[in-house]
C-alpha cells in the first residue's frame, strides 16, 4: 500500500491545527497533529489531538461527501426553492461583475455588503482586498462577539494584543474566563494540565460546571451576565488588601488612582449580592490570583456574547495589569506581527478604501469602539511601538451586521441592495435570524460561496462551490501573533470547486481592479507573502516544515513604552474619554434579568445561555456521520433538579422560549448548573430534512439565535457587540 503524508493547516474550526494529511493509495484516510511549539511532551499525547477530535477523524468522509457543493448554480426557482441551474464559473462571473457594477452605479459601492467570516481557511485577506479597492465600507462580519472586541480594547488599554492561550513553566496560576479549553482547544488542555501537575493553580469563572471547572483550586459560578461586577470585586480586594504590583502601576499605569476610586464600588458583599458568587470566595480567588506570580487570564466566548462586554473585557486586561502580569514571562504576553513576511495587513489594503466611504459605515458613528475612527486612533498608536502595518480585517472595520440586513430591509441608513455571504451561515448565527431572513428575501442580489448547501446559501440567486482546506494552501498568523504555519493543497480542487481567492480575483479582473491581482492562483500569492523570508510556499512546508515561530521576547515595553497616547497602559482611557464614554468599567445590570425586568422575569423565570458541542464547530459538521453519530441531537443542560420540578427527564425535548420565540432542545441532566440557568447547543440546523421552505434544512426548529433579540437594549452601546448570552426564557416540556 502506497502511503504519503502532506502537510496541510486543518480548517475545520478554529484552532487552525497543523496536520499531516495521511494519503493512502491516493485517497485521504486520515490526519494527524504537528506541534507548533518546543515543548517536550510524548507524541502520543499531542496525537491524541487530532486522534481524538472528531471533525478530524471525519476528514476522508469530507472530501467527497456526498452533499458538497461541487459546481456553480444559479437559482432557478424562487429564493428558498432549492431550484437550480448548474451554470459555468464564466458565466457566473460575467454575471455577477455585471450586476456588482449596476448596483455600485446607482446607488454607491456601500450598497454591496459582504458577509464573510474566514471560516474554512478562505485567505479572508484577499475578500477585504477585493473589498477596499470596490469602495465598499459595508462589511458585515462577526468579530463583535469572538474576540474583535477583546482585540479593540487591547488596543486602546494596552497598545497591543494580549494573548491569552500561551501559558508556559513559569505560570503559577492560570484564570479562565468564560473559557472551556477541555473542549474547544485540546492542545492549550493539555498544556494545562502539564501545568497543574507541576502544581499551577487554576481558577475557573464559569456559570457551567466545565471539565475545567472540576479541574479548578477555586471555581467561581457567577450569574450569566454579571462577569464585569465579579472582576470588579477581585479587583476591590487586591486594591484594598495591597496585593497589586506597586512598582510597575507607578511607573506604567495611567489612572490607577481613578480605577482604585470606581473599584470601591463593588465590595465583595455587594458584589455577591449581583453575581451569586460567595464574598469569601471572592475574595479567595483574588488573593490566589494575585499572590501567584506569574499568573496569566485566558477568557473565551463565554465572556464576548454576554451583555454590558466593554467592562468585562476591560477587567480582563485590568486584572493583569495591576498585578505586574503584562508581557511577563509567564504572564500575559503581548504578541505582535511576524517581522519576515508580508503581513495580511499589506494584502487587505484599508487605505484604499477612503476615509468619506469608511465614515459613511454602519454603525460607525453610534459605536465609536467599533469604528474606522477607532481603528486610525489605535493605529497610529501601534506604529510607534510596531514597525509593522496593522491589520483591520477581521476585527474592526466591519457594520453592525443585524443593522445591515435591516438595511435591505427599509433602505436605511442607506440601500443595500446585494450581499456576498463566504465562509458563513448568518441564519443560523445572528441573532433575530427572521429579520436576517427578511433581509436576504428583500435584497436584490445575493451570492453564496460554500462547502455546503447551507440555510443561507438557500436563499442565494448564485451558489458556488469552495475548495475545503484539504484543497487549497492557507498561511496562518503572523498579523495578531508572531507565529505563521502554512500548509499546501493536499490534492487538487475535485469538481469544480474553487479557493475564494479565486472569486475575489476574478471579480477585480472584471471590475477594473487587474494591477492589484499580479498572483494567478492562490499559491503565487502565497509565495509573495512568504518571498521576504526567503521561500516559496512549497519550500517553507518542505524545509522549515510550514512554520516560522521568530522569538518576540518579554517586557518589551521597557523599550518602546506602550502603544497608547500615554505610553502606558491606561487604566483610564484616555481614547475613550475624548469619545465622549465613561474611561472606566462599571457595572450595568443585563438588559433582561430577575433585577432589570420583574415583570417580564415572571413568565420567564430562567437564564439562557450556551456552549460548545466539543464535536460541532458553529453551525458546521451536521452532514459528517462521524460526528454527527456523536451529537445527533441539539442539547440543553438543565440541572435535574430544575428538571424534575417542570415534569422533565433527561432525554425529554423541551422547548426553550423567549418573548422572541422558541426552539427545541434535547434535555440532557447536567448537575454543574445553577436550576436557575439552562445552557442549549447553538447554531443547529437539520441537513436531513427538506431544503426548500418552510424548513430551510430545520433552520428554524432548534436555533437558539432565532429567538435572541438585537435590538437597542441587547447592543452594547459603545461597541456594539450583540447579546446572545444571558437573556430570560421558560423551559417545559415538548408534549408533542
Ligand atoms: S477540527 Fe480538530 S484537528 Fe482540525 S483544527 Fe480543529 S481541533 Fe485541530
Same mark, same amino acid.
Given at each position: !500500500?502506497?502511503?504519503?503524508?502532506?502537510?496541510?493547516?486543518?480548517?475545520?474550526?478554529?484552532?487552525?491545527?497543523?496536520?499531516?494529511?495521511?494519503?493512502?493509495?491516493?485517497?485521504?484516510?486520515?490526519?494527524?497533529?504537528?506541534?507548533?511549539?518546543?515543548?517536550?511532551?510524548?507524541?502520543?499525547?499531542?496525537?491524541?489531538?487530532?486522534?481524538?477530535?472528531?471533525?478530524?477523524?471525519?476528514?476522508?468522509?469530507?472530501?467527497?461527501?456526498?452533499?458538497?457543493?461541487?459546481?456553480?448554480?444559479?437559482?432557478?426557482?424562487?429564493?428558498?426553492?432549492?431550484?437550480?441551474?448548474?451554470?459555468?464559473?464564466?458565466?457566473?462571473?460575467?454575471?455577477?461583475?455585471?450586476?456588482?457594477?449596476?448596483?455600485?452605479?446607482?446607488?454607491?459601492?456601500?450598497?454591496?455588503?459582504?458577509?464573510?467570516?474566514?471560516?474554512?481557511?478562505?485567505?479572508?485577506?484577499?475578500?477585504?482586498?477585493?473589498?477596499?479597492?470596490?469602495?465598499?465600507?459595508?462589511?458585515?462580519?462577526?468579530?463583535?462577539?469572538?474576540?474583535?472586541?477583546?482585540?479593540?480594547?487591547?488596543?486602546?488599554?494596552?497598545?497591543?494584543?494580549?494573548?491569552?492561550?500561551?501559558?508556559?513553566?513559569?505560570?503559577?496560576?492560570?484564570?479562565?474566563?468564560?473559557?472551556?479549553?477541555?473542549?474547544?482547544?485540546?492542545?492549550?488542555?493539555?498544556?494545562?494540565?502539564?501545568?497543574?501537575?507541576?502544581?499551577?493553580?487554576?481558577?475557573?469563572?464559569?456559570?457551567?460546571?466545565?471539565?475545567?471547572?472540576?479541574?479548578?483550586?477555586?471555581?467561581?459560578?457567577?450569574?450569566?451576565?454579571?462577569?464585569?461586577?465579579?472582576?470588579?470585586?477581585?479587583?476591590?480586594?487586591?486594591?484594598?488588601?495591597?496585593?497589586?504590583?506597586?512598582?510597575?502601576?507607578?511607573?506604567?499605569?495611567?489612572?490607577?488612582?481613578?480605577?482604585?476610586?470606581?473599584?470601591?464600588?463593588?465590595?465583595?458583599?455587594?458584589?455577591?449580592?449581583?453575581?451569586?458568587?460567595?464574598?469569601?470566595?471572592?475574595?479567595?480567588?483574588?488573593?490566589?490570583?494575585?499572590?501567584?506570580?506569574?499568573?496569566?487570564?485566558?477568557?473565551?466566548?463565554?465572556?464576548?456574547?454576554?451583555?454590558?462586554?466593554?467592562?468585562?473585557?476591560? !477587567?480582563?486586561?485590568?486584572?493583569?495589569?495591576?498585578?505586574?502580569?503584562?508581557?511577563?514571562?509567564?504572564?500575559?504576553?503581548?504578541?505582535?506581527?511576524?517581522?519576515?513576511?508580508?503581513?495580511?495587513?499589506?494584502?487587505?489594503?484599508?487605505?484604499?478604501?477612503?476615509?468619506?466611504?469608511?465614515?459613511?459605515?454602519?454603525?460607525?458613528?453610534?459605536?465609536?469602539?467599533?469604528?474606522?475612527?477607532?481603528?486610525?486612533?489605535?493605529?497610529?498608536?501601534?506604529?510607534?511601538?510596531?514597525?509593522?502595518?496593522?491589520?483591520?480585517?477581521?476585527?474592526?472595520?466591519?457594520?453592525?451586521?443585524?443593522?445591515?440586513?435591516?438595511?435591505?430591509?427599509?433602505?436605511?441608513?442607506?440601500?443595500?441592495?446585494?450581499?456576498?455571504?463566504?465562509?458563513?451561515?448568518?441564519?443560523?448565527?445572528?441573532?433575530?435570524?427572521?429579520?436576517?431572513?427578511?433581509? !436576504?428575501?428583500?435584497?436584490?442580489?445575493?451570492?453564496?460561496?460554500?462547502?455546503?448547501?447551507?440555510?443561507?446559501?438557500?436563499?442565494?440567486?448564485?451558489?458556488?462551490?469552495?475548495?475545503?482546506?484539504?484543497?487549497?494552501?492557507?498561511?496562518?498568523?503572523?498579523?495578531?501573533?508572531?507565529?505563521?504555519?502554512?500548509?499546501?493543497?493536499?490534492?487538487?480542487?475535485?469538481?469544480?470547486?474553487?479557493?475564494?481567492?479565486?472569486?475575489?480575483?476574478?471579480?477585480? /479582473?472584471?471590475?477594473?481592479?487587474?494591477?492589484?491581482?499580479?498572483?494567478?492562483?492562490?499559491?503565487?500569492?502565497?509565495?509573495?507573502? /512568504?518571498?521576504?523570508?526567503?521561500?516559496?510556499?512549497?519550500?517553507?512546508?518542505?524545509?522549515?516544515?510550514?512554520?516560522?515561530?521568530?522569538?518576540?521576547?518579554?517586557?518589551?515595553?521597557?523599550?518602546?513604552?506602550?502603544?497608547?497616547?500615554?505610553?502606558?497602559?491606561? /487604566?483610564?482611557?484616555?481614547? !475613550?474619554?475624548?469619545?465622549?464614554?465613561?474611561?472606566?468599567?462599571?457595572?450595568?445590570?443585563?438588559?433582561?434579568?430577575?433585577?432589570?425586568?420583574?415583570?417580564?422575569?415572571?413568565?420567564?423565570?430562567?437564564?439562557?445561555?450556551?456552549?460548545?458541542?466539543?464535536?460541532?464547530?458553529?453551525?458546521?459538521?451536521?452532514?459528517?456521520?462521524?460526528?454527527?453519530?456523536?451529537?445527533?441531537?441539539?442539547?440543553?443542560?438543565?440541572?435535574?433538579?430544575?428538571?424534575?420540578?417542570?415534569?422533565?427527564?433527561?432525554?425529554?425535548?423541551?422547548?426553550?422560549?423567549?418573548?422572541?420565540?422558541?426552539?427545541?432542545?434535547?434535555?440532557?441532566?447536567?448537575?454543574?448548573?445553577?436550576?436557575?440557568?439552562?445552557?442549549?447547543?447553538?447554531?443547529?440546523?437539520?441537513?436531513?430534512?427538506?431544503?426548500?421552505?418552510?424548513?430551510?434544512?430545520?433552520?428554524?426548529?432548534?436555533?437558539?439565535?432565532?429567538?435572541?433579540?438585537?435590538?437597542?437594549?441587547?447592543?452594547?452601546?459603545?461597541?456594539?457587540?450583540?447579546?446572545?448570552?444571558?437573556?430570560?426564557?421558560?423551559?417545559?416540556?415538548?408534549?408533542?
Amino acid at each position: !500500500m502506497d502511503k504519503e503524508m502532506r502537510r496541510a493547516i486543518c480548517g475545520m474550526c478554529t484552532n487552525k491545527c497543523v496536520v499531516n494529511v495521511i494519503i493512502e493509495d491516493d485517497k485521504i484516510t486520515g490526519q494527524e497533529y504537528v506541534h507548533r511549539g518546543s515543548e517536550k511532551r510524548s507524541a502520543r499525547k499531542w496525537t491524541s489531538i487530532v486522534g481524538s477530535c472528531p471533525r478530524a477523524r471525519g476528514v476522508a468522509e469530507y472530501i467527497d461527501h456526498p452533499q458538497r457543493l461541487n459546481y456553480p448554480m444559479k437559482r432557478a426557482g424562487e429564493r428558498g426553492d432549492n431550484k437550480w441551474q448548474r451554470v459555468t464559473w464564466e458565466e457566473a462571473l460575467d454575471d455577477i461583475a455585471s450586476r456588482l457594477a449596476r448596483i455600485r452605479d446607482q446607488y454607491g459601492a456601500e450598497a454591496v455588503a459582504f458577509n464573510c467570516i474566514g471560516e474554512n481557511g478562505c485567505s479572508d485577506e484577499y475578500r477585504a482586498r477585493f473589498q477596499n479597492i470596490f469602495g465598499s465600507p459595508t462589511y458585515a462580519g462577526q468579530a463583535q462577539i469572538c474576540y474583535g472586541v477583546a482585540a479593540a480594547l487591547s488596543f486602546v488599554h494596552v497598545g497591543g494584543a494580549v494573548h491569552f492561550h500561551f501559558p508556559n513553566r513559569l505560570t503559577r496560576c492560570i484564570m479562565l474566563l468564560g473559557r472551556n479549553p477541555a473542549s474547544s482547544t485540546r492542545y492549550e488542555w493539555l498544556q494545562i494540565l502539564d501545568l497543574l501537575e507541576q502544581g499551577t493553580k487554576l481558577i475557573v469563572v464559569d456559570p457551567r460546571g466545565t471539565e475545567a471547572a472540576m479541574r479548578a483550586d477555586i471555581w467561581l459560578q457567577p450569574r450569566p451576565g454579571t462577569d464585569a461586577a465579579l472582576l470588579l470585586g477581585m479587583a476591590n480586594v487586591i486594591i484594598s488588601e495591597d496585593l497589586y504590583d506597586k512598582a510597575f502601576v507607578d511607573k506604567w499605569c495611567y489612572g490607577f488612582d481613578k480605577l482604585a476610586e470606581r473599584v470601591k464600588e463593588y465590595p465583595p458583599e455587594k458584589v455577591a449580592e449581583i453575581t451569586w458568587v460567595p464574598a469569601e470566595k471572592i475574595r479567595e480567588a483574588a488573593r490566589l490570583y494575585a499572590t501567584s506570580k506569574p499568573a496569566t487570564v485566558a477568557h473565551g466566548m463565554g465572556l464576548e456574547m454576554v451583555p454590558n462586554v466593554t467592562s468585562v473585557l476591560q !477587567m480582563r486586561y485590568f486584572l493583569p495589569t495591576i498585578t505586574g502580569n503584562i508581557d511577563a514571562p509567564g504572564g500575559d504576553w503581548i504578541l505582535g506581527p511576524n517581522p519576515n513576511i508580508i503581513l495580511q495587513a499589506q494584502i487587505e489594503v484599508h487605505d484604499m478604501l477612503s476615509r468619506e466611504q469608511k465614515a459613511k459605515m454602519i454603525g460607525e458613528k453610534e459605536f465609536k469602539l467599533w469604528s474606522w475612527d477607532l481603528f486610525h486612533r489605535v493605529e497610529e498608536n501601534f506604529k510607534k511601538v510596531e514597525k509593522r502595518p496593522l491589520a483591520a480585517w477581521w476585527w474592526i472595520g466591519g457594520a453592525y451586521t443585524p443593522d445591515v440586513y435591516r438595511a435591505m430591509i427599509t433602505g436605511k441608513p442607506y440601500p443595500v441592495k446585494a450581499l456576498i455571504t463566504e465562509g458563513a451561515n448568518p441564519l443560523l448565527t445572528l441573532p433575530n435570524a427572521r429579520m436576517v431572513y427578511e433581509g !436576504m428575501k428583500k435584497v436584490d442580489f445575493h451570492v453564496a460561496m460554500d462547502i455546503f448547501m447551507t440555510p443561507s446559501c438557500l436563499m442565494a440567486d448564485y451558489v458556488l462551490p469552495a475548495a475545503s482546506y484539504l484543497e487549497k494552501p492557507l498561511i496562518y498568523g503572523g498579523d495578531f501573533f508572531h507565529i505563521v504555519s502554512a500548509g499546501e493543497a493536499v490534492i487538487s480542487p475535485m469538481y469544480e470547486r474553487k479557493p475564494e481567492y479565486y472569486l475575489w480575483r476574478e471579480l477585480g /479582473l472584471r471590475l477594473g481592479q487587474e494591477k492589484y491581482w499580479p498572483w494567478k492562483t492562490l499559491e503565487d500569492a502565497c509565495d509573495y507573502r /512568504l518571498a521576504p523570508l526567503g521561500f516559496t510556499l512549497k519550500s517553507f512546508v518542505e524545509e522549515r516544515g510550514g512554520i516560522d515561530a521568530p522569538h518576540v521576547g518579554y517586557l518589551k515595553y521597557e523599550k518602546t513604552g506602550f502603544g497608547t497616547p500615554t505610553g502606558k497602559v491606561e /487604566l483610564y482611557s484616555t481614547i !475613550m474619554e475624548d469619545l465622549g464614554y465613561d474611561p472606566l468599567p462599571k457595572y450595568v445590570e443585563p438588559p433582561q434579568s430577575f433585577v432589570s425586568s420583574t415583570e417580564l422575569a415572571k413568565d420567564f423565570p430562567m437564564i439562557v445561555i450556551s456552549h460548545r458541542n466539543r464535536n460541532l464547530y458553529q453551525s458546521q459538521g451536521r452532514q459528517i456521520g462521524t460526528v454527527r453519530r456523536k451529537s445527533p441531537a441539539p442539547i440543553a443542560q438543565l440541572n435535574p433538579q430544575k428538571a424534575a420540578e417542570i415534569g422533565v427527564e433527561d432525554g425529554d425535548w423541551v422547548w426553550v422560549e423567549t418573548p422572541l420565540g422558541k426552539a427545541r432542545f434535547k434535555c440532557q441532566y447536567f448537575s454543574g448548573i445553577d436550576p436557575r440557568v439552562v445552557s442549549t447547543e447553538f447554531a443547529w440546523w437539520f441537513p436531513e430534512k427538506p431544503a426548500e421552505e418552510p424548513s430551510l434544512h430545520g433552520a428554524w426548529e432548534s436555533n437558539i439565535n432565532a429567538i435572541l433579540n438585537e435590538g437597542p437594549d441587547f447592543r452594547d452601546s459603545m461597541t456594539g457587540a450583540w447579546v446572545l448570552r444571558a437573556v430570560q426564557c421558560r423551559v417545559y416540556k415538548d408534549e408533542g
